[in-house]
Each structure stands twice: as C-alpha cells, then as structure tokens.
C-alpha cells in the first residue's frame, strides 16, 4: 500500500494526533515515516516582525535560527521517539521556508512519498508554522494523495 508517508508536524495537539495515526498506519502497512517541521525563514520573520537594517537584523536573524532549530528538533525528536516506541524507523526534517505548502510539496519528492498525512490545522500566531490554509493549500496543490487528521 503505502511505503513512506511523509507527515508535516509543528507540535500542537492536532499534529501530535496526526503523527499517532501516521504511526498506527505505517505499522499497519510497513511504510517508512518521514517526519518534517517546517521553520518561517529567519529573514522573513525578523523583517515583518522588526523594522531594522539588514546588517542590525543579523544578530536577531542568527538567535532566532538557533532557538528555532532547537523547538524543530524537540518535535522532530519527539515523533521519532513515539514512532521508535511503535518499533518503526523514521526520519525527522527540519527545512526553512517561507511558505509551508511548497515546503511540503517539495520535501514529499524529495523523500519519494507516496501519501501526505496532516493535521487539519496547526498553531496560531507568531508560533505558526502549519495552519488551515497550508493544508488546504498542500490538498489544492499535491500529485500525491493527502490524508488529513482532524
């Protein structure tokens, strides 16, 4: 059926139950799991969030990187931990990005997946990473099928 199912996660409690069933799935099926956590890119962020000079911005762009990559490490670490718990192997991904969608798109051909499995919406706010409109755009926008966990 499936061989590796590629589920975008941002940590929220709807995610964490799309990583539950992606698990639940790929036991059934054999599939390989790739977990991914899709980071706003530093330049992006601190431009919209603070009105600075490029060269003053670098200092905040860097801190940023490095707290955002330890919260996508914590997550990612998290579901293959649960995954591990289940016996399956998985890999976790952590890409920056601007817009989440083609992240996802793009990072589902990368790994070679052959089904999407998302929480139907995600965080809020600055803590934002997968909403409602993602997962709509990922299903608008996908060749490969998409499941969606409410």
Known sequence: MYKNILVPTDGSKLSDEAVKQAIL?????GAKLTFMHVMPSSEAFVSERY???PLLAAPVQKK???????FSKKILDGAC???ATAGLKCVGISVAGVSSY??????AAKSK???IMMASHGRRGL??????SETQKVLTHSKIPVLVVR
């Open 25 to 29: 799935l790929a036991k059934d099926t």
């Open 127 to 132: 803590d934002s990473v997968l909403i409602g």
């Open 81 to 83: 931990a649960k995954a």
């Open 64 to 70: 940023y990187k490095e707290e955002f990559s330890a």
């Open 113 to 115: 997946s052959d089904l």
């Open 51 to 53: 009105n600075v000079l």
């Open 102 to 107: 083609k992240a996802i798109i793009k990072q």
